[in-house]
Structure formats: structure tokens, C-alpha cells
């Protein structure tokens, strides 16, 4: 029992070194059109993981497994003044996958991470995604994971927000727990097998 203690002190000790709370939380109620599993307030910023990235199950959102048409990315990060980034430059993936790993990349988009404001890629054409798909924040540009990607503090009731360093082994991003808390990241756009007429119908009911 004693090595177990000393095991989850020391597994809870190297976690709290790559995440730090955010000094004054705040947010807003995410729209009824975005795809996010975040709860709307930020409270942590982290750096861990080279790769940070959210699983999208669009059956959460519509009540059916749908395509999702892919306008827009948003990610919010935070510049703490004791953990300095060592670049503002990261690289935004969408990827399929289900929840184990993002499998098939569908785009990679190299932008500049702002300080506690929406980080945005607009796609031209829109991407279409399969029901399960995921968005991704690569920090490989940096020595040492920045940005750092805000998160809340609820966990969620199943895990959708993950870390790797490998791009292999993705592990649930759990402050709390059992499950992860979610990642500050967004999808926009409108799910691809609906008409106008059908989305205005399930939107009446959600």
C-alpha cells in the first residue's frame, strides 16, 4: 500500500509540473452551432503533451453519427507570465479517428497562438469530416509545448480531450478525474447529411 501511495504522489507530482491554474478564470457559454465538449470557463492553462487534441463524436451533438462540414477551428491559449512560451507558433490538425487515436489527417494548418482570445483557421473549401474526427494543437515548433491550451474544470462523463507525446499513445487529460476535463477547442460549421430544413427541426429540439 505504502509503494502505491509513493507511486500516485509521484504520478500526481509530474503531472502538476506541465499545468498551472489560470489567474483569474473566466469564459462564456460556448454557441448552440459550435462543436466543443468545454464547459464555457477556463481554469487551467497545460504545456503537456507535444500534441494536445479534442475527439468529436458528433452523435454527442445531434443525437445520430453525422459527416460534420468543417468551417472553422478554434483554439484559446494563455501566456502566464511564470511559464514563458518559447514560441507563439503552433500547427492545427484535423484529423479522422475514433476515440483510441486520430487515424487519417485531412488538414494541417500552421498559425500564431494569442494570449487568452479565440487562435482561429478558417478552411477554403470547408473540410468534410467523418461522424468521429479530431482537432488537434501540435506544438513540435516549441521546446517545450507551448502554447499552453486553457481547459476547464469539469470532468466530463466520458474522456475527449487527450495528450500524447508519440502521436501513438493518447492519454485522457484528467485534473480531477476519473475522466478528462476538456481542452479549450472548438469546431465550426453545420453536420454534412443534413438539409437546411432537417438542421432547423433538430436544432428546435436540442
Not at 4 to 32: K, M, N, W, Y
Request: aromatic letters at 16%; zero cysteines.
Amino acid at each position: 500500500m505504502r509503494v502505491l501511495a509513493v507511486l500516485a504522489l509521484v504520478a500526481a507530482a509530474a503531472f502538476a509540473a506541465d499545468v498551472a491554474r489560470v489567474d483569474v478564470p473566466g469564459g462564456s457559454a460556448p454557441s448552440d452551432d459550435d462543436l466543443t465538449y468545454f464547459d464555457g470557463t477556463s481554469w487551467w492553462l497545460t504545456w503537456g503533451g507535444l500534441y494536445r487534441g479534442t475527439w468529436f463524436n458528433t452523435e454527442d451533438f445531434y443525437g445520430a453519427a453525422q459527416n460534420f462540414v468543417l468551417e472553422e477551428t478554434e483554439m484559446w491559449f494563455y501566456h502566464h507570465s511564470s511559464y514563458p512560451w518559447d514560441t507563439s507558433d503552433v500547427y492545427f490538425h484535423v484529423f479522422n479517428g475514433d476515440a483510441m487515436a486520430p487515424m487519417d489527417e485531412l488538414d494541417q494548418t500552421q498559425t500564431t497562438a494569442t494570449h487568452y482570445s479565440p487562435t482561429t483557421v478558417a478552411y477554403d473549401p470547408f473540410i468534410t469530416t467523418e461522424p468521429n474526427f479530431w482537432l488537434i494543437a501540435n506544438t513540435e515548433l516549441s521546446s517545450g509545448g507551448w502554447p499552453a491550451i486553457l481547459g476547464d474544470n469539469t470532468p466530463n462523463d466520458v474522456s475527449h480531450s487527450m495528450f500524447s507525446d508519440d502521436f501513438i499513445v493518447w492519454e485522457p487529460w484528467v485534473i480531477q478525474g476519473p475522466e478528462a476535463n476538456d481542452y479549450e477547442i472548438y469546431g465550426m460549421g453545420t453536420p454534412g447529411a443534413f438539409d437546411n430544413a432537417t438542421w432547423g427541426s433538430i436544432k428546435t429540439l436540442y
